[in-house]
Each structure stands twice: as structure tokens, then as C-alpha cells.
């Protein structure tokens, strides 16, 4: 029942457009003419290497960076040139940015103070919150009296007990150990649905983000290279740069066998295969054999000197050793041919 | 559209400020250049005073006088300072922070009451030189360049080992633990690792001993005698040119700020490449020595700094001997503070007016112009940001001349009043309380601001309910030395005051020159009882930290 009253208090959901925006510093082009359409309700993930602007891009949309050019609209209405502190809209940061010097309960109704909500009100609604990221409990504790991911939860309790209309978070889960990033992963995607509430999400982590988005677009270079599903962008890169950054893949350059000088093949270590000497696409050498468990990891000096990586189940073949010689074969169906110049 | 963007809160703080620095320190300074490049006979623009100054043995050794006597000091306080700082970061030594405290308390009192202190203990009529004087004992004397290295190194050590001991306590544990690894020993660890990090710091430490001397004016007066040195120099000029233009006393102004301003950029200048950002993850290995080695390191720290608190006890305790007109008699009394009380209370009351008028001013400054230099960056903060700085390479004296020369006329009649000696000390004081602000901005990460303005908070409120709050308590660090340093400030008072507007520093002085011991003694315990509660202070709100200077 508190659910609901607490998604009742969202009067409408929405969408946000990001239209042709770029944003320049000096010389240096950080977001270069990206284009986003993100639904009401989304789980909207921004990926890409450190330096790709994903992180410049989120704060134009919060208003802490100027946009150099284009749009930023929420439910059709432009935002540009709204100050930051009127837009309503909640963030989460890096490195949490809980305020020292205020317990747990302050820091999160502080946005409700600033908003002149009544005593009462801020109140519940701060113990509601808190309620849903399980911190009720640690309202009266210091910050300084907390780990780091009950900060983490303590920032998140603080950026949603406002209603905001749509929720930024900057690699959020960077600075927690591997365990506590998968359990808080599942937190925050839990609560996003619960919620309902658009959410834009930024991360350098190809697995974080295939784990919790609706759709990623994937960035580098302040370009926006591909806006897709999780599964889309996996099984269907758009280019190079793409089919590399998200899982990784072997890239041939030999024109024998990619067929254009200009472009590069593309397959993916999972499928390509082990066969018999002289059966497959071309021979090879094995140089290292990584048993990883479920799967083995070979890698391979191709004989026109390239080197690849193939994974294979263990329970698949025998195992192979260093030095032994191979064929290895690119199934048809799996090959992707992609311009060299995409790569990186 | 345009011009209310550049017109909001901050910008207009720094142009405000910016037009105040140069009302008060820019146009002062500069009547002063501009006053050494005129002949005082004729009015015309000339180099004579230069050339008088250089070719006239008489100035000319003044200024031999006071490179020898910076050179000799900074020497013997960095010998001193390093050796103090490792025991005191890097040993179990014993009685760790009362001796901390002991060393903050002789650096932070005013410096001419050690002048003044060892002149009874080693003066001529000194308490030891009579004591030693029946048994054939002559101690060598006080008075001249001695005296005043002597004073100057107990006094200003202590700035090599608060720099030195901060930037050894900001190691990583495993920088040195590597060098271990690797096979140096320990010694070999120190001269390779160890001191090569720290050396950055070691300079900054002698710097600051080799300005502060280079500007001190009360210890020289006191105990130099015959042996004159810029400061004194300048005030004497100054004196015997009362009413007619400052020439002369303007010329060596400039000679000294040169000296300053040389020193500064060499020290910055062979630092520049060697200064390493450091931030200890784990703090470094406090060595456990053995019992023998533990009691000497201590002695030494112990001895020394016990010789460089000594003015104060002695000052404590003549303050308290009972008097009749100058000369003291035997037997305790509180006579000298009935005399004070009497005599001279409206220069306490005037300390403590100037000195918390000046206090307020300097927080509310300090918070905003530190803010403004780091967060608020525009074309005018890098200038600001020099600016507050500056008067670190000017004498008190200098600027106090500086001042009076610029507003003893209408329309701007300040010369006499209390104001221009608040005014002078804002000027003078403000950098610390600037300095503990940008300091601890750096590590106040920027999203905690984006965090509140992201909730709703306007950049304005953010400032004073968030940023404000945040730089508290290293703001106010900052501001207790400020303070300290404001109520034993002399230089530039005694050039500034009237007979209305003494404080207690020019009290002990003029009663220290009238040879009226025992008042000085009492004003000096009321000066250092307020200043030792003051730093107890410091060290209860900092919790620990270290003395940001």
C-alpha cells in the first residue's frame, strides 16, 4: 500500500529528449551532436569508456554543465536553461555526496526542506524512503558512522523522497566492492520498477549495464556509437568499436580473410570453433590454455600471424595444450565485417 | 541578459574586495615605490636614493646586517627544526603532545618579548649574568647579531618543524617500506626516500624563518644595539622624518620587500619540480626506539624547546615580583597589574576591540574570498588570490608607513584613528584564514554541493547552508592564528598608533623602552595567557590536526 501512495505522489511519468546536444570545452568536443530518445518509465544506461562523455552528458541534463548547443527536453517542455536547482531532478553520485556535517534522516530530507514540505510530511515520507533502500533503522546514525554501501543506499533514499521526474546516476556502484555492486545492482533495478521512474544510468561496466538497462546507448569519443537493447547490442554491434566494448571479439584483419582491405572480421571468441587441422577456415597454434571452470580459454597465433582468443565449454572437447596445432573455423552466420577505422 | 549574468553575488564580492586591496594595499605600496624614486631635495624623478642607499656605508650595512643575520637564523632553525620534526612524527618520544603544545606556544607569543627576556636572563644586569659573574664566568653577549640569532632561531624554529612533521606524516607507510624491501637501511632509507619527499616542505618551513626575521622589527630594536637591521632602519628613518616625505624610509621599504620577494621565488622556483602530491593512505611506521635512545631523543626535544619557552616563564614570573616605581624589590606582589590597570587599560581595551573587529571582518572575508579564489574562478580571482597573499613579503612596518603616508590627508583622514589599525591588520592577517579556507575546500568534493543544488537548494543557500558549514572548523584554524598574531601584532602598530590608540604589544614595547619592567612583564603574561588559552582552543576544535601556517 505505501508503494502505491508513493508512486501516486509521481504525477506523470516521463520522457526525456535529448536533441542534437553538444558540449564544447576550448578545443576539446566532450558530446558531439548526441541524439536520445529515453521512454517514461525506462531504465536508460549511458556506456562507454572513461573519457567518453557519458558523465559530461548526465550533467548537462542536471543542469551542472552548460549545454555548448541543442536541446534537453523533459515531457516537451526545454529545460536549457532551467537552473539546476529547479529542475527536479534526483541524482545519485559517484562517491555518494553525503553531506558530513547531517544524519542520515537530514540528508535525506533535505530536499523536502528545500521544497517548504510540512514537518509531518518530510517525516514519513523520509522514513518511507528510507524504508524502501532498508536503512529505517540507521535514520539517527552519522554518515561517518556508515560503510559504503549504506551510503550508497542513503543517496539513493535521498534522490527518490523528492518525486523527482527523472533519476541520474553516475557510476554509482564504482566505488563498492564486487559482491555488494551485484546485490546493489538488483536494489536499484528492483526499485526502478517498483518506482516506475525514468532513469538514466551511467557506467564504464559493459556487464553492469547489460545486467540492469531496458536499452544502453553505447558512447565514445563523445559520439553516441549505438542505442539498443542489451541483446541488440550484443548480437548486433554497429560497429567495431561496439562489438569489442561490449563482450569482446576477434578481429581479423587479413584481407584474404575479411575480403576488403578497408574492412576488418569479426567473430566472437564463443563462437568460434576448434576443428581439425586443415578442416576449418585457417590453422593455427595454440599459445595459452586458461581453464576457467565452466568454460576453457585458448589463444591462438593464427598462421598468418594473428592472434585470437576461442572459448569453449569444457565439457565440449578435450582439453589442448600449448603448441599443439589446430584448425579453426568462422561459422558463416556468426562472421560481421566491420570498417577498420570504426575500431577504436 | 548579459550583464546580469556577470553581475551576480560573487562576482561582485571580488570586485568589492578587489577595489578594497588596492585602496588599502595596492595605493600604499605603491606611494611608497613611488616615493623612493623622488629626490627629496628637488621633487624630481631620480635613482639618488638607490644610489645613496648602495654607496652609503651606513645604510649598506644595514642591509648586510640583515641578510646575515636571516642567513645565520635560517640555518640553525632548519638544523634545529628537522631533527625535532622526526622525533616528534616518527618516535615514541615521550610527552608527544605537551611538547607540541610547548613549541606552538613560543612560535604564536609575540617575539620581542624573548628579546626582551633573555636581555634579564643574559643582559647585562641579567639574573645569570650576575649569578655566574662572582665565580669569573663571563658569558659572551647577548646584545648585537648573537642576541638577535639567538632569539630569532628559539623563536621561529618551530616553522620548520610544523612544515617538516606535517609533510612526514603524509608519506605513504609504503614508500618507505619498499625502500626497506629493496635493501637500503634505515639511515640510507632516510637520505634517499625520506628527507628527498620531504625537502619541498623543509624549504617552505625555512622560507617562512627567513621572511618573518627579514621583517621582524621589535627583537632587533630590543636586543640589537649598535647593530642595525632594515626594520629598525626604516622606523628610525621613518621617525626623523616625521612631517616631511618618508624618502629614505621609503627606499629601504623597497629594498626589503625586494629582498622578500627575491627569497619567495627562489624557494619556489627550485621546488617547482619537486613538489609531490601526497596523501598517506597508510600513515607511516612510528619507530619504537629502546629505552636509552628513547630518554635522549626526548632530552633533546625537551631541552630545546624547554629553552625556547623559557621567555615565557621568565616574563610570568617577573610579572609577578613586586615593584616600587622601575625597579624591582624583593618579594612577589601584584603590583604591576594594579599599575597596568591604572595606567594602561585602554590599551587592552583597544587590543581587544581592534582585535575582534578585525577577527569578524577576517572570517566573513576568509570564508568568502577562499570560496571565491577556488570555486568562483573568473578573470579578477587569480589577481585576488596574489593579492592576499602579498602582504606575506611586506614588513608590518612597511605597510604600516605605506599607510599613514596614503591617509594622513583629507578627504581620506584616517591616520590616528582605531580604523586604519584594523585596517592594517586585516590586510596583514587575512592570507591565514584565506589559506585554512582553500585548504580545506580542496577536500570538500564539489558533489556535495551538486548534491544540494541538484535537491532543490539555490547555489546561494548551498553556500551558506552546506559549503559554510563544511569549511567551519578548518576555517576556524585559520582564524585562531589570525587572532594570535593580531593581538601580538606590533610592526605595524607602532607606526600607527596614537596616544588614543595603543595596543598592548606597543604598551610592552614603549614600557620595555622606558625601562619600566614589571608593567611590560604583566601586559606580556596577559598576552601569552591569552594566547596559550587560544591555541588550547585551536587544539580542541581541530581534533588533533595539525597547525595549517
Known amino acids: 500500500m505505501e508503494k502505491y501512495s508513493f508512486r501516486k505522489g509521481i504525477r506523470k511519468k516521463m520522457g526525456i529528449n535529448i536533441k542534437d546536444i553538444t558540449k564544447k570545452y576550448d578545443n576539446f568536443i566532450a558530446v558531439n551532436r548526441a541524439d536520445l530518445d529515453i521512454k517514461r518509465g525506462e531504465f536508460f544506461t549511458i556506456l562507454g569508456p572513461s573519457g567518453c562523455g557519458k558523465t559530461t552528458l548526465l550533467r548537462m541534463i542536471a543542469g551542472f554543465n552548460e549545454i555548448t548547443s541543442g536541446d534537453v527536453l523533459i515531457s516537451g517542455n526545454k529545460i536549457n536553461n532551467t537552473p539546476a536547482h529547479k529542475r527536479n531532478i534526483g541524482m545519485v553520485f559517484q562517491n555518494y555526496a553525503i553531506f558530513p556535517h547531517m544524519s542520515v534522516f537530514e540528508n535525506v530530507a533535505y530536499g523536502l526542506k528545500a521544497r517548504k514540505v510540512s514537518k509531518a510530511e518530510i517525516k514519513e515520507r523520509v522514513l518511507n524512503a528510507l524504508d524502501m533502500v532498508e536503512m529505517r533503522d540507521q535514520a539517527e546514525k552519522e554518515p561517518s558512522e556508515l560503510s559504503g554501501g549504506q551510503q550508497q543506499r542513503v543517496a539513493l533514499a535521498r534522490a527518490i523522497v523528492i518525486h523527482p521526474e527523472i533519476l541520474l546516476m553516475d557510476e554509482p556502484l564504482s566505488n563498492l566492492d564486487a559482491k555488494l555492486r551485484v546485490k546493489m545492482r538488483g536494489t536499484i533495478k528492483k526499485l526502478q520498477s517498483s518506482l516506475d521512474i525514468t532513469t538514466i544510468y551511467v557506467t564504464h561496466d559493459q556487464e553492469e549495464a547489460l545486467a540492469v538497462s531496458d536499452r544502453i546507448a553505447v558512447m565514445n569519443k563523445g559520439v553516441v556509437q549505438q542505442i539498443g537493447t542489451p541483446e541488440e547490442i550484443y548480437s548486433s554491434p554497429a560497429n567495431a568499436f561496439v562489438a569489442n566494448f561490449i563482450g569482446t571479439s576477434n578481429f581479423i584483419y587479413d584481407a584474404a580473410l575479411s575480403g576488403d582491405p578497408a574492412k576488418l572480421l569479426s567473430v566472437r571468441p564463443e563462437d568460434t570453433l576448434i576443428v581439425d587441422t586443415d578442416s576449418g577456415t585457417i590453422n593455427g597454434e595454440i599459445t595459452l590454455t586458461t581453464f576457467l571452470g565452466e568454460c576453457i580459454s585458448y589463444e591462438i597465433t593464427l598462421e598468418n600471424k594473428e592472434d585470437i582468443e576461442v572459448k569453449v565449454f569444457s565439457k565440449d572437447i578435450g582439453i589442448k595444450h600449448i603448441g599443439e596445432k589446430v584448425g579453426i573455423l568462422f561459422p558463416e552466420d556468426k562472421r560481421k565485417h566491420f570498417d577498420k577505422s570504426e575500431e577504436r | ?549
Open chain 2, 1 to 549: 541578459m548579459k550583464i546580469n549574468k556577470h553581475l551576480n553575488f560573487w562576482n561582485i564580492v571580488s570586485i568589492i574586495s578587489l577595489a578594497l586591496i588596492f585602496l588599502f594595499l595596492i595605493y600604499p605600496s605603491f606611494s611608497l615605490v613611488s616615493e623612493s624614486f623622488i629626490s627629496s631635495t628637488t621633487g624630481k624623478l631620480t635613482l639618488e636614493n638607490y644610489i645613496d642607499f648602495f654607496s652609503l656605508p651606513y645604510y649598506f650595512n644595514a642591509l648586510k646586517h640583515s641578510l646575515a643575520v636571516c642567513i645565520t637564523t635560517t640555518i640553525f632553525a632548519t638544523l634545529i627544526g628537522i631533527p625535532i620534526a622526526y622525533f616528534m612524527s616518527r618516535t615514541n618520544i615521550y610527552f608527544k603532545g605537551f611538547l607540541d603544545l610547548v613549541i606552538m606556544i613560543s612560535l604564536l607569543s609575540p617575539p620581542f618579548i624573548g628579546a626582551y627576556s633573555w636581555i634579564l636572563l643574559l643582559g647585562r644586569n641579567g639574573w645569570i649574568t650576575n649569578l655566574l659573574s662572582p665565580f669569573g664566568i663571563i658569558m659572551p653577549t647577548i646584545y648585537g647579531f648573537t642576541g638577535i640569532v639567538i632569539v630569532f632561531t628559539l623563536k621561529f624554529f618551530p616553522y620548520v618543524y610544523i612544515y617538516t612533521s606535517g609533510a612526514l606524516n603524509s608519506i605513504d607507510a609504503s614508500l618507505e617500506e619498499a625502500s626497506e624491501n629493496l635493501g637500503m637501511s634505515r639511515l640510507q632509507r632516510l637520505f634517499t626516500v625520506t628527507f628527498p619527499l620531504v625537502m619541498p616542505s623543509i624549504t617552505a618551513g625555512a622560507l617562512m624563518v627567513f621572511m618573518t626575521s627579514l621583517a621582524d622589527f621589535g627583537t632587533p630594536m630590543l636586543i640589537g644595539e649598535g647593530y642595525k637591521v632594515l626594520p629598525v632602519m626604516i622606523y628610525d628613518e621613518f621617525m626623523s622624518e616625521m612631517g616631511g616625505d618618508a624618502t629614505v624610509a621609503s627606499t629601504i621599504s623597497v629594498v626589503v620587500v625586494a629582498c622578500s620577494t627575491i627569497v619567495l621565488f627562489l624557494q619556489k622556483y627550485l621546488i617547482s619540480k619537486k613538489n609531490y602530491k601526497m596523501n598517506a593512505l597508510r600513515p607511516p611506521k612510528t619507530s619504537i626506539l629502546k629505552p636509552k635512545k628513547r630518554i635522549l631523543a626526548t632530552l633533546f626535544v625537551g631541552v630545546i624547546s624547554f629553552i625556547a619557552f623559557l621567555p615565557q616563564l621568565v616574563v610570568i614570573y617577573t610579572s609577578f615580583l613586586k615593584t616600587n616605581g622601575p625597579l624591582f624589590v624583593s618579594g612577589f606582589s601584584l603590583n604591576s597589574y594594579y599599575e597596568i590597570m591604572n595606567k594602561l587599560s585602554s590599551n587592552i581595551y583597544n587590543t581587544f576591540l581592534y582585535s575582534i573587529i578585525s577577527i569578524l571582518i577576517m572570517l566573513l572575508l576568509g570564508l568568502i574570498l577562499s570560496y571565491i579564489i577556488f570555486k568562483k574562478k573568473n578573470r579578477l580571482t587569480p589577481i585576488l588570490d596574489i593579492l592576499i597573499m602579498f602582504p606575506y613579503v611586506i614588513p608590518g612596518s612597511v605597510l604600516g608607513i605605506g599607510l599613514l603616508v596614503c591617509f594622513n590627508k583629507r578627504p581620506l583622514l584616517l591616520s590616528g584613528t582605531g580604523f586604519i589599525l584594523v585596517v592594517s591588520y586585516i590586510i596583514r592577517k587575512l592570507a591565514y584564514t584565506v589559506r585554512s579556507g582553500t585548504a580545506i575546500l580542496h577536500q570538500i568534493d564539489p558533489s556535495i554541493e551538486e548534491a544540494s543544488i541538484n535537491l532543490g537548494v539555490s547555489p546561494m543557500k548551498t553556500f551558506f547552508k552546506v559549503t559554510a558549514v563544511m569549511m567551519g572548523p578548518g576555517i576556524f584554524s585559520g582564524l585562531i592564528l589570525s587572532w594570535i598574531s593580531t593581538i601580538n601584532e606590533l610592526s605595524s602598530s607602532i607606526i600607527l598608533y596614537t596616544g588614543k590608540t595603543g595596543t598592548i604589544a606597543v604598551a610592552i614595547y614603549t614600557e620595555v623602552i622606558r625601562d619600566s619592567f614589571g608593567s611590560a612583564a604583566a601586559l606580556s603574561t596577559i598576552l601569552t595567557v591569552i594566547s596559550v588559552l587560544s591555541i588550547l582552543m585551536f587544539k580542541f576544535f581541530s581534533r588533533g590536526k595539525k597547525l595549517n601556517i
